[in-house]
């Protein structure tokens, strides 16, 4: 099993990323998506969150209006549009997989860091 973030990076106030996350070795389609983030000498939060057939999604109020989450199930992937960055939203983010009472999966994590 494998989750593999990309594209993280350092930006300035009000730019824009998009962060990847590519799965390997179980049923991609069969599980919901999440993006968490970990600040330092803060606890990991949900980011936002999208299910199995991306149908629903939903998002911490923190980042409502300026991230959107999205999936391709064909290409085993999800995505994190992040826009109107802010320094708060420095952080380790995250690629996370659930599926219910199956064993779920952690990425190793993707450096997003907004400063000026």
């Known amino acids: 099993v494998q989750l593999v973030e990309s594209g993280g990076g350092l930006v300035q106030p009000g730019e824009s990323l998009r962060l990847s996350c590519v799965v390997s070795g179980f049923t991609f389609s069969s599980y919901a998506m999440s993006w968490y983030r970990q600040a330092p000498g803060k606890e990991r939060e949900l980011v936002a969150g999208?299910?199995?057939?991306?149908?629903?999604?939903n998002y911490a109020d923190s980042v409502k209006g300026r991230f959107t989450i999205s999936r391709d199930n064909a290409k085993k992937t999800v995505y994190l549009q992040m826009n109107s960055l802010k320094p708060e939203d420095t952080a380790v983010y995250y690629c996370?997989?659930?599926?219910?009472?199956?064993?779920?999966?952690w990425g190793q994590g993707t450096q997003v860091t907004v400063s000026s």
């Open positions: 996370y997989a659930s599926r219910g009472s199956f064993r779920n999966f």
């Open positions: 999208i299910s199995s057939a991306g149908g629903s999604t």
